[in-house]
Each structure stands twice: as structure tokens, then as C-alpha cells.
């Protein structure tokens, strides 16, 4: 076992604090107190680190009303070891000697296996606190856990550094391989540590086998899913390091969750973030880069591509000393766009998102609306509300009781002249699947519009409208709305396509979804299907009644069946009267 530092005065003094029975049912809660009790004063900022500590390596020095109630994993240890480096030079001997011996390689002997290419050295063991997995079906000594660590780390460090182009770890260059070290951690997926601040290497530790951790979709299991996805979550970390040092705070568990998805879409491990505190499940919440928020680069790279993230992370090599969402707003004007043009289109496409969480042990599928003022619901028009949304936030309003053959949707809003606010409207076919097309509404010069969803509503489920601030700095700004349902009465528009068209889809290749953009010269009945190379129709995205106009509907690659679809060739066909157009559609998978 590690060497321990008993602490028995702060201890004693600790489990004095909130001297309740009650335990912790997740990481969420145990920081949520923890940062509540800093900010009374019941702790300091390196008692508080000591805890996180504690939770992370050994929970039996938790006070008692700490100790969680299952596993409850922290997710990742890396933001310890960001803050243990902030307050180095203020902790006291004691507190710092406890955490470097939890950081510390276990003592005694242990042995060493190298990845295929020699990249990583990995030191790891067969019996006691730290054992791997013992299979050893190819009977050559090292386990095939070990040998499957090594295969991953082989591959990251491929598919990362020299298939996407971030920044190498000075790997076969100042230092022949990087180390990573397989150890029981008690409430952590894994950590990066530094090794040279001024070379920029880390190295990796990783959980030792991954058993009770929540559950994924990685079709070799739970254990690997979660090994895999920690693997390039931590590598990640390696490369921001190696660029720009750490010096985006929090931002920097956002990249690395987008980085798991990336690398291994078929976990799906970062759903078990979308829950709380994202903003799908949390819209009102302003957006702080944590794991939760890998949507926001998901995002990005879904419209523009991964090399937004890659130019970004370029960047922040030389602007380190930039606010982090105004090194996100340069690329976003890089690539053609604004903030608060990616502001309306990413908060529409989180609304449409829905989330997908765990209940029961198990996954369900479906739109889980977020409640309090980030939710209002309408079921009676016409309706009115008035509210506030935060900066980099928004709000949704969701209108039921909208099935009315023959009508539309009319929204009137206000918001305050000046301020960089977005609006946006998605109407939905069915509570479990978003089925459907969405609509960013412009707004004129004093964030005022009367507008009309050029959909009929004949069997639709749902209208939503996303209200989203853009400012990166300021206060909560207030607006208005109130919507009614009028006759579907949509002529043709000046400016807008005279004919029926696909405009395209992006991103294109894509995985696991893309939107596609298409446009009607006159309004009527529109069907948007989708079709393999072989001619057979696999989806039905779209049969509805539409106004002239743009219409934007998102494929998120399943079949009418809910399965996914093989990477390959598809087609969108759209259909209206006796017009057809169509589009090629590309799933890399």
C-alpha cells in the first residue's frame, strides 16, 4: 500500500465539521459541500484539497458524513493535481507530505511491460492492492489487460498526435517513452502528472481495472470502455500540456471528454455527463468548459470540423494568457462565423438533443427537460413569459398542447436593445426522439421580432423556443415572449430559394450526427428521407407541412428501426409536390 500520513489532529478536527450521519450519493455532492463549507469558513482552501484528496485515494480519512455511498467515481484526477500545483507554496508541511505520498509510485518491485511501438513504459501488478486483470490468453507472461493498456496508448498517441495534428508529448524526442503506472484509485478514473515543466512531459496513471465504475456502450465491455476513453482523456491532457501548459483552468476536462467521444465514439461514455449540469440538462447554467460541456466543442467540430479544435489549441500555445472563450471566439471568426451566430445554433441543437442518462443501471433514451428558470413550459395560447437569461446561457421554452392541423406557431419577443441575444425555435414530432426541424430566428437592431415557424403543426409534439445570451461578460439580460397559434398561412418571401433544394449538410463526413439544410420556394407537404447506396430507405426524417423558406433537420445516423447505421454512403432525398432533390451523405463510423 501507499505510504500514508496520518494527520491526526486535522482528522479529528475534520470529523468535527457537519457532524451529521448522512453520506454522499455522488462526486457532485461531496464537492458541493466541500466548496460550501470553504465558503463559511468551516475550511480552508488546502483542508478542502486534502479532502478531495482523501476521496480520490483513500476514503477511509473521510469524516463520516463525506464517505460516499457507492463508488461514485470523481471522474477525473487531473484538476487535483491542477490545483495541488496553485497552492504548493501555501499548504502546510503535513497536508503536502499526505498528498505526494498518495501521488507517489507504489513501493516494492513491479513489472514492466512496453507498448508495441515502445512509446509507453507501463509498470503494473499481478497480486495484492494494485493487481490487473490476470487473463493471460496468448500464455506470454503479461497479462492481456496489460497488453490491451499498451494497444490503446499506442493508438491515441496516433490517432491524436499525428492523425488530428495536437501537440506531441516530446515523446522519442527528449525522453524515449512517456511512463504510465496501472494502481488501485479509490474514486478516480486516472490522473496526469508533470514530469518537466519546461519540457512539457507528464506522465499517466490509470485505475487498474475499472470494476463497479458506471456503465458505457464499448462493445469489449464496461472495464475496457471506460480504460479506453480514460486513456484518451489523460493523453489529452498530455498534449495540452506539452502546448499551453494547463492555462485554461477547468476548460481543459471539456476538451479532454470531447476527446474520448472522438476517439472512442462507440463507448458513449461522456453520456454519463449530459445528466447534470450540462448545457442540454442545465441550459441556464453559463458555460465553464467542465466535463459536462464537451458538447460545446462537439459542437464546434461537428460545424466546422476538427480542425477548429486543433487551430484552437495551436493557439493557445502563443495567447496563454487569453480568457478561454475569447481564444474560442477568434477561431469561431477564423472559421467564418460569430459567437452569437454559434450561440443561437448551439443552443437550438441542445434543446433538439435531448439527453440520455442512467436510470436504474440502466440507459434510457429520451428528452429529459430541464426544470426551474431554465424551463418554462407553455400548454394553453396564446402565453406569455418574462425572465432573465444568464451570459453564455439560455433558456428554453417548451410549448405542448400544440397539435392543431392547419396552424402555426407565432412567437413575439423582446430583449434588451444592444445586448447579443439569440432566438431560436425546434419543433418536435415525439417525446423520445427529436424528429423534426429547427429555425434561428434573426432578431433586428433592438432584439425585437413577430415571427412565424413555417411548420404545420398538424402531429407535432412540441414547439420549443431557445432563448441564449452571447455576451461573454455582463449581467443576466431580461426579455419577453409570448406565443400563439395562427392559421399556416406562408407565402413566398422575398430573398428566399425559389425552389426546392438541399442546400448540403454538415459536417459531411460526419459521426455521429449532421444537419441538413434544405429550402422550399412554396409551402406544402415536404418528405426528407434517407437511403443507402442500394437504394433501400433506412430513415424518414421529415414528413410535414412547411412554409417557404430555409429548414434545417438533424440525422443523428440510427435507422427507422433506432439502430446505428454502418459507416458508408447515404442519400437525403427530399420530396415536395412533383419537385425531388437529393444529396450524398457520408458516415464514418
Same mark, same amino acid.
Given at each position: ?39 463559511? *469558513?468551516?475550511?480552508?482552501?488546502? !483542508?478542502?484539497?486534502?479532502?478531495? #484528496?482523501? /476521496?480520490? $485515494? &483513500?476514503? +477511509? ?79 506470454? *507472461?503479461?497479462?492481456?489487460?496489460? !497488453?490491451?493498456?499498451?494497444?490503446? #496508448?499506442? /493508438?491515441? $498517441? &496516433?490517432? +491524436? ?98 476527446? +474520448? ?329
Amino acid at each position: 500500500m501507499k505510504a500514508r500520513f496520518l494527520l491526526g489532529a486535522l482528522v479529528a478536527m475534520l470529523l468535527t465539521i457537519g457532524v451529521a450521519s448522512a453520506k454522499v450519493d455522488s462526486a457532485e455532492e461531496f464537492l458541493a459541500i466541500v466548496q460550501q463549507r470553504v465558503d463559511s *469558513g468551516e475550511l480552508t482552501a488546502e !483542508e478542502a484539497l486534502l479532502l478531495k #484528496f482523501h /476521496y480520490a $485515494f &483513500d476514503r +477511509e480519512q473521510l469524516p463520516e458524513d463525506l464517505q460516499p455511498t457507492w463508488l461514485a467515481p470523481m471522474k477525473c484526477g487531473t484538476p487535483l493535481i491542477i490545483e495541488l500545483e496553485a497552492l504548493r507554496g501555501n499548504l502546510r508541511g503535513d497536508i503536502l507530505a499526505t498528498i505526494e505520498g498518495y501521488l507517489a509510485p507504489p513501493e516494492g518491485s513491479r513489472a514492466v511491460y512496453m507498448s508495441p511501438l515502445n512509446n509507453f513504459r507501463i509498470t503494473y501488478e499481478t497480486s495484492g492492492q494494485h493487481a490487473v486483470p490476470a487473463g493471460d490468453a496468448n500464455s506470454n *507472461g503479461v497479462p492481456d489487460w496489460v !497488453e490491451l493498456m499498451g494497444e490503446y #496508448f499506442e /493508438y491515441v $498517441f &496516433d490517432f +491524436e498526435c499525428n492523425q488530428l495534428g495536437f501537440q506531441s508529448p516530446p515523446i522519442g524526442a527528449l525522453y524515449p517513452y512517456m511512463s504510465v503506472s496501472l494502481e488501485s484509485l479509490s474514486g478516480i478514473y486516472g490522473y496526469t502528472q508533470v514530469v518537466s515543466s519546461v519540457n512539457g512531459m507528464t506522465r499517466i496513471v490509470l485505475h487498474n481495472n475499472y470494476v463497479g465504475f458506471p456503465p458505457n456502450d464499448d462493445p469489449d465491455g464496461d472495464q475496457l470502455g471506460a480504460a479506453k476513453v480514460t486513456i484518451a482523456h489523460e493523453f489529452k491532457h498530455s498534449t495540452q500540456y506539452a502546448g499551453s501548459r494547463w492555462s485554461e483552468g477547468d476548460w481543459v476536462e471539456g476538451d479532454a471528454v470531447w476527446m +474520448e467521444e472522438i476517439a472512442y465514439p462507440a463507448a458513449n461514455d461522456y453520456l454519463n455527463y449530459l445528466s447534470s449540469g450540462s448545457p442540454i440538462s442545465s441550459p441556464a447554467t453559463t458555460l465553464n468548459g467542465n466535463y459536462e460541456d464537451c458538447v460545446w466543442q462537439h459542437y464546434l467540430s461537428d460545424t466546422h470540423g476538427i480542425p477548429i479544435i486543433v487551430d484552437f489549441w495551436i493557439w493557445r500555445k502563443t495567447h496563454q494568457g487569453q480568457g478561454v472563450i475569447d481564444s474560442y471566439d477568434q477561431m469561431i471568426i477564423n472559421y467564418g462565423a460569430s459567437l452569437q451566430s454559434a450561440w443561437n445554433e448551439f443552443t437550438a441543437w441542445n434543446f433538439a438533443s435531448g439527453v440520455r442518462w442512467l436510470e436504474d443501471q440502466s440507459y434510457a433514451e429520451g428528452f429529459r427537460y430541464p426544470t426551474g428558470s431554465a424551463q418554462r413550459t407553455m400548454t394553453s395560447y396564446p402565453s406569455s413569459y418574462n425572465s432573465s437569461v444568464a451570459r453564455l446561457a439560455a433558456n428554453f421554452i417548451r410549448c405542448l398542447n400544440v397539435n392543431s392541423p392547419g396552424y402555426a406557431a407565432k412567437v413575439t419577443f423582446s430583449a434588451t436593445a444592444g445586448e447579443r441575444i439569440t432566438l431560436a425555435a425546434v419543433v418536435n414530432h415525439s417525446y423520445v426522439e427529436y424528429t423534426g426541424a429547427y429555425y434561428l430566428i434573426p432578431l433586428d437592431s433592438n432584439n425585437q421580432v413577430e415571427f412565424i415557424v413555417p411548420y404545420d403543426l398538424d402531429g407535432v409534439y412540441s414547439v420549443g423556443f431557445v432563448v441564449g445570451n452571447a455576451n461573454k461578460i455582463g449581467v443576466n439580460q431580461s426579455y419577453s415572449i409570448s406565443v400563439e397559434l395562427v392559421p399556416f398561412e406562408v407565402d413566398v418571401a422575398d430573398g428566399l430559394t425559389p425552389q426546392l433544394t438541399i442546400a448540403g449538410n454538415y459536417p459531411n463526413p460526419f459521426n455521429p450526427s449532421t444537419n441538413i439544410k434544405f429550402a422550399l420556394g412554396t409551402p406544402g407537404r415536404a418528405q426528407l428521407e434517407i437511403y443507402d447506396v442500394s437504394g433501400r430507405k433506412v430513415r424518414t426524417l421529415l414528413n410535414a407541412t412547411l412554409g417557404v423558406g430555409e429548414h434545417t433537420v438533424q440525422w443523428n445516423g440510427l435507422g427507422d428501426d433506432g439502430h446505428g447505421m454502418p459507416s458508408g454512403t447515404y442519400f437525403a432525398r427530399l420530396s415536395s409536390g412533383d419537385q425531388i432533390s437529393s444529396h450524398k451523405l457520408l458516415l464514418a463510423r
